[in-house]
């Protein structure tokens, strides 16, 4: 038993130690209706919020916290095989700090991809849940069935679920055409309907939002210009 709590404290595991309680803690006060399962969710996906950080690593289709949650639990694997495998053989003193850092590092870089996979393949289980839980559908690509007609309403669906159907409201001049691929970016809730954009100028958008954080973190400045249709 002191072996197991020498490494449960040590750093970096014993920043898991410390969350997953708080995860699991969560988790069952959403069993118990006492907490919200869609508690990151954001109505859009337009600024830097850890629902848009979410989908831009490829958590769309599943609430944040469960994406949250399931890459926290991967990490937190991740690094324990590190402590065991590695940290603890090593006469590591001060240096368990800085080299600590690089591990968490390590481990989130491998554990997202392993985390998102795994979001993928529970996503159609909470398409099931879209009606209560709309915004989980953000970041999801579409497919629309028909053209929209004079104000602006169509149907489309998932193109990795095509039985889940989502009305859209398009913006005049930005009508969606049938057949055409679509990125869901907005849920409004009066309308109980979604905005969205080109497949193309969501990815496009994607990526000037990254040249411009990068640029932005090298020269510290800020950058003015069109906003992303997001």
């Known amino acids: ?62 609430p944040v916290s469960f994406a949250l949650s399931v890459l926290l639990a991967l990490a937190g694997a991740v690094t324990l095989a590190i402590e065991l ?35 993928h393949a529970l996503q159609r289980r909470f398409h099931r849940l879209a009606q209560s839980q709309p915004r989980c559908l953000l970041g999801e690509a579409v497919q629309v069935r028909a053209a929209s007609d004079a104000q602006g309403w169509a149907t489309a669906t998932l193109v990795d679920d095509p039985e889940c159907e989502v009305r859209l409201h ?31 100028r969501y990815c496009e958008a994607r990526v000037h939002l990254s040249r411009l954080r990068l640029a932005h973190g090298r020269g510290g400045a800020s950058h003015g210009g069109a906003e992303a249709p997001l």
């Open 170 to 200: 398009a913006k005049p001049g930005d009508l969606p055409h049938p057949g055409e691929r679509r990125v869901l970016v907005k849920f409004v809730a009066k309308e109980g309907a979604y905005r969205s954009v080109a497949e193309s």
């Open 85 to 119: 495998l590695v940290l603890r053989w090593l006469p590591l003193g001060l240096f368990r700090i800085p080299v600590g850092v690089a591990v968490l590092w390590v481990a989130f870089v491998l554990a997202s991809p392993l985390a998102a996979s795994l979001c």
């Open 1 to 62: 038993m002191e072996a197991v709590r020498q490494i449960a404290l040590s750093f970096p595991v014993v920043v898991f130690t410390a969350l997953l309680p708080l995860v699991l803690l969560y988790w069952l006060l959403v069993l118990l209706r006492l907490a919200p399962l869609a508690l990151f969710a954001r109505d859009s996906l337009k600024g830097d919020h850890l629902a848009s950080t979410m989908v831009a690593l490829g958590f769309a289709g599943v």
